[in-house]
């Protein structure tokens, strides 16, 4: 995981919208598919109140070192 000393910037993202979702509430998990030292893939998905799938996806994240005096 990208530290105290590191951003994260998105590379792309892919996403499938599967479903609307009118009202109610969505829940979203994650999941890491690699963490490494300069890139991180994550999977994602955001699902309705009966646990049906409303999207699915993906981000790839480049991990860059924060510039000097830029803050914690």
Do not use: F
């Not at 109610?24 to 994550?42: D, E």
């Not at 309705?48 to 830029?70: F, N």
Request: glycine share 12%.
């Amino acid at each position: 995981m990208a530290g105290r000393d590191a951003a994260v910037v998105g590379l792309e993202i892919n996403a499938n919208h599967l479903r609307a979702v009118r009202s109610g509430i969505v829940t979203g998990t994650t999941r890491p598919i690699h963490i490494g030292r300069s890139t991180q893939v994550w999977e994602y998905r955001i699902a309705d109140a009966d646990d049906r799938a409303v999207c699915i996806g993906r981000i790839t994240l480049a991990v860059l070192p924060k510039p000097p005096g830029s803050g914690a």
